[in-house]
């Protein structure tokens, strides 16, 4: 039987994807990727606040990125939960108020970690914020509800810029990015999987410019702007490849957009 040429179509590109997922979702390629600064730690807490916190300056210059990010882990004497748990405004030091990624700065990291401590003292955790108290709603819905939790303290209004919002269309990247790292579970040694109050095809595919790119390329998305729209039209056709765990395929996409070997 000859398959029709949609259906040998789609074969082929769902064997291309996973081929290189596969590649892509190791190791070898976590020294360069912002997911290595949690993986230096080992206790679900710290894991949980340094890889939040990496993923928020996860913009711009990788090394960057890598750089500034160990500094938050080392300013925090790499023990994230027991810093956030006892921390207070007066424990703010010099280096902190110094701190800045591009356009994060020590003030907002100031509430970031006041934050975060609320967040542990009076809701649960992260995990929860996401998670069990709003079970049934959409990702849309739990990412907005916790951005609402997150400022629910005083803060200055441009710190809300680094928390991003779907309900005013953000394709909330580098959020999407933390929970794939927190709820995704294989055998590859990449992703942690330490939350298992989400399921793995609950999670939307972090969309920037390189994975938007790409999959434009192959046909898997059709919207120009790189936005929530964007990030469920993409979400939505990488189920068609694996309903239950699309997100995987964010490894091709990104590895394919980033590393020059692969012709895109």
């Known amino acids: 039987m000859v398959l029709p ?16 997922a596969e590649k892509y979702n190791n190791v070898k390629f976590i020294e360069t990727d912002p997911i290595s600064i949690p993986h ?11 890889a939040f916190l990496t993923a928020t300056i996860s913009w711009g210059n990788r090394k960057s990125i890598l750089n500034n990010a160990e500094k938050l882990l080392k300013l925090m004497d790499y023990e994230p939960h027991n810093f ?27 509430h970031f970690f006041l934050a975060l401590k ?5 809701h649960n955790g992260l995990e929860s914020c996401f998670s069990t108290t709003f079970q049934n709603q959409s990702m849309a819905q739990r990412i907005s509800n916790f951005r609402e939790i997150f400022f629910e303290l005083p803060h200055l209004h441009r710190t809300q810029k680094h928390v991003s919002n779907p309900i005013e269309n ?4 580098r959020i999407n990015m933390f929970l794939r790292w927190m709820v995704r579970h294989d055998n590859n040694g990449v992703d942690f999987g330490i939350w298992k109050t989400i399921k793995p095809a609950e999670l939307l595919c972090p969309l920037d410019v ?18 929530w729209k964007a990030t469920i039209e993409l979400t939505n056709a990488l189920k068609m490849f694996d309903d239950n765990d699309p997100i995987k ?5 990104f590895g ?5 070997d692969e012709g895109f």
């Open 5 to 20: 040429n949609k259906t040998l179509q789609h074969e082929l590109l769902k064997e291309f994807l996973n081929e290189k």
């Open 40 to 50: 230096l730690c080992s206790k679900k807490e710290d894991i949980e606040i340094i």
């Open 84 to 110: 956030i748990i006892h921390f207070k405004e007066n424990k703010f030091s010099d280096s902190m108020k110094k701190f800045n990624h591009r356009t994060f700065f020590g003030d907002d990291l100031q």
């Open 118 to 122: 609320n967040i542990y003292k009076k």
């Open 170 to 173: 953000s394709a909330c990247k």
């Open 210 to 227: 390189h994975s938007a790119r790409v999959a434009r390329n192959l046909g898997l998305l059709q919207r120009t702007q790189n936005d």
């Open 249 to 253: 395929y964010d490894f091709a996409l």
């Open 256 to 260: 394919l957009g980033v590393f020059k």
